[in-house]
């Protein structure tokens, strides 16, 4: 069983950063591919970005490109999230999740474990 608590959200002006935690427990977390899923206000969840369970790989939406850096530290058990020159768009529920990499952008099925969430609220 794999359990992850987010952290690391608030709100922050257009423009800001933030990055957010994801701590893993349980075995195996070092197995898995690991990113993160958004839900804005009134729309459905979609993938941001995910890292390989290496660390070596990394995927984006093309709507994060060049904003967003999805890295982790296996030794700490811990995915990450570094959100810079954010967007009121960027606003939403970020969901930490364990699934194969090339799932996380083609909705939000087939993940194997989830996260409750942190809130990002980009607003001046």
């Known amino acids: 069983q794999l359990q992850f608590v987010e952290s690391g959200g608030g709100l922050v002006q257009p423009g800001g950063s933030l990055t957010l935690s994801c701590a893993a427990s349980?075995?195996?977390?070092?197995?898995?591919?690991i990113g993160w899923f958004r839900q804005a206000p009134g729309k459905e969840r979609e993938g941001v970005s995910c890292v390989s369970s290496s660390g070596s790989v990394t995927n984006y939406a093309d709507s994060v490109k060049g904003r967003f850096t999805v890295s982790r530290d296996n030794a700490k058990n811990t995915v990450y999230l570094q959100m810079n020159n954010l967007k009121v768009e960027y606003t939403g529920v970020y969901y930490c999740a364990a699934g194969p990499c090339f799932l996380f952008f083609n909705g939000d099925t087939g993940m194997d474990y989830w996260g409750k969430g942190t809130l990002v609220t980009v607003s001046s």
């Open positions: 349980g075995f195996t977390a070092d197995l898995y591919a």
